[in-house]
């Protein structure tokens, strides 16, 4: 039971699949984050669906294209979406650590997220377009929505926070940080080796920078990890982890 509330605790928060509403307490939070993952289980086998889908209607390309950009926003609720928004503002500030976690908590939206996002969409569409849908990179795909929700969640784990409220302080202080890091690297690793066997190392590679790019700009700009950050990471990661498999496709077919 505690395993199955720990998983509807993690779908409430990080997607918009309707679940049990469990009420939160110690124990079925304390894994939450390593539970965080099976969110990116469930956008896998929905790219996987719309892919299939798109095959035996022989649907056109830029139909499927579309479809493979709004199903990770339709399945989360865009909630990541909302952290990317709001730290693409906040790193255009060019304030100082203050101001910009003023901007993080500002609920409005301001011109560079909304250039941001636009700038985002058209990328992501455009590779999505380019992608050639085989069986082994849509497999690369569903593996990669998945090693960035366990990266995500072990940067929680194992960095330092920036404040000591918030969602990303919430979900950190009801684990083990130490157990859970621990765990979610070991996951990331079979994950990233699972990306490699699949013809995925560009996409694993491309995850590790974004990451460490995420860790520095976390510590050096904000002070630490914070939910806005935590999105702005998943998205950026979602995004270089796609062009990475495009631009592998491209050099393979090139040199074919």
């Not at 693409?88 to 901007?103: P, Q, V």
Request: glycine share 10%.
């Amino acid at each position: 039971m505690i395993l199955l509330q720990t998983a509807a605790v993690a779908f409430a928060m990080f997607s918009a699949i309707p679940v049990p509403q469990p009420t939160w307490n110690e124990q079925n939070m304390r894994w939450a984050l390593a539970a965080f993952p099976l969110v990116g289980v469930v956008c896998g086998l929905g790219i996987w669906l719309w892919v299939w889908v798109c095959q035996v209607l022989g649907a056109p390309a830029v139909l499927r294209a579309g479809g493979l950009c709004l199903i990770p926003v339709l399945i989360t609720g865009g909630i990541h979406l909302d952290g990317y928004a709001d730290t693409c503002d906040a790193l255009a500030s060019w304030g100082d650590m203050e101001k910009r976690h003023a901007i993080l908590k500002d609920p409005h939206c301001g011109a560079f997220a909304l250039i941001r996002m636009c700038t985002y969409f058209a990328g992501y569409f455009a590779l999505c377009g380019a992608l050639e849908a085989t069986p082994r990179a849509v497999l690369c795909l569903a593996l990669g929505f998945v090693l960035e929700r366990t990266l995500s969640g072990w940067a929680v784990a194992a960095r330092p926070l920036a404040k000591n409220t918030g969602l990303a302080h919430t979900f950190a202080t009801a684990a083990d940080r130490k157990i859970l890091a621990r765990l979610l690297l070991i996951l990331a690793a079979v994950l990233a080796a699972g990306l490699v066997l699949a013809g995925g190392a560009a996409m694993a590679v491309a995850a590790g920078l974004v990451l460490w790019r995420y860790v520095y700009v976390a510590k050096g700009t904000f002070g630490g990890i914070s939910g806005d950050l935590c999105g702005w990471f998943l998205q950026k990661c979602e995004l270089w982890m796609l062009a990475a498999l495009v631009g592998d496709q491209l050099v393979r077919r090139w040199l074919a």
